[in-house]
């Protein structure tokens, strides 16, 4: 089962901030929290990664809360080609026998003009 | 452009055939995984394979096997077909380090009528 909760759906205004959120209570110490998006039946695009910290790239920022039970994607100016499914999953980030990423339903990103 | 292959593009066979589907990872990525995404499944992860060995197992069927080669292209053999193979099938790419960033080839679709 997916370690991660996400909204099914949301809507965007173009030009506005998009604030995905995601619920992983149950993430260990040693695990990062990954951000995903498909585009239509494209293979997924990597987004952007982080473990404590706060995160930003050209694509997004990531804010993950203290306690690190949830985290938000920010996409800081949303245009008609994010619209997307966003796909929010945890990792392990040290050594480990095996790599099983679990891709849960994601949240439906709709930007609209 | 993710810098991974994945050919064919499409493939259309009947009930009962043998199909292989193919991909190249990233130039220096030493772990290749296979994902299926059918449209009431989402993605699924299928195997990793990590410099020709195999290193961890998902929901794989018995009918289903694949193989790295020292190259470290990878291919996904899928046998006894079935409609409800019908799906994309996915690969993706990371140096294998754990907790790494995964790239995604654009995918095979596959339609078994």
């Known amino acids: 089962d997916a370690k991660t909760t996400q909204p099914p759906s949301m809507d965007c205004a173009e030009g506005r901030a998009a604030n995905l959120p995601c619920n992983h209570s149950t993430i260990s110490g040693n695990e990062y929290v990954y951000w995903y998006r498909q585009i239509h039946s494209q293979g997924p695009q990597y987004i952007i990664h982080?473990?404590?910290n706060n995160e930003t790239n050209e694509m997004a920022s990531l804010i993950i809360t203290e306690d690190r039970k949830s985290s938000t994607l920010i996409l800081p100016h949303a245009t008609l080609r994010d619209t997307a499914v966003y796909y929010c999953?945890?990792?392990?980030?040290?050594?480990?026998?095996?790599?099983?990423?679990?891709f849960g339903p994601g949240t439906s990103l709709s930007v609209i003009p | 452009d993710s810098g991974v292959t994945q050919t064919p593009k499409h493939l259309i066979t009947a009930t009962g055939q043998r199909v292989t589907l193919r991909c190249s990872p990233r130039?220096?990525?030493?772990?290749v995984y296979w994902y299926q995404q059918s449209l009431d499944q989402g993605l699924q992860f299928l195997i990793q394979?990590?410099?020709?060995?195999?290193?961890a197992k998902g929901n794989i069927l018995e009918r289903f096997s694949a193989q790295q080669f020292p190259d470290l292209h990878s291919e996904l053999n899928l046998s006894s077909l079935e409609l409800g193979d019908s799906a994309l099938y996915f690969c993706?790419?990371?140096?294998?380090?754990?907790?790494?960033?995964?790239?995604f080839g654009p995918g095979t679709r596959l339609t078994v009528l």
């Open positions: 130039s220096g990525d030493l772990s």
């Open positions: 982080g473990l404590k």
């Open positions: 394979y990590y410099n020709g060995e195999e290193r």
């Open positions: 993706a790419s990371s140096l294998g380090t754990p907790g790494d960033t995964q790239y």
């Open positions: 999953i945890v990792r392990v980030a040290v050594k480990t026998s095996y790599d099983k990423v679990i």
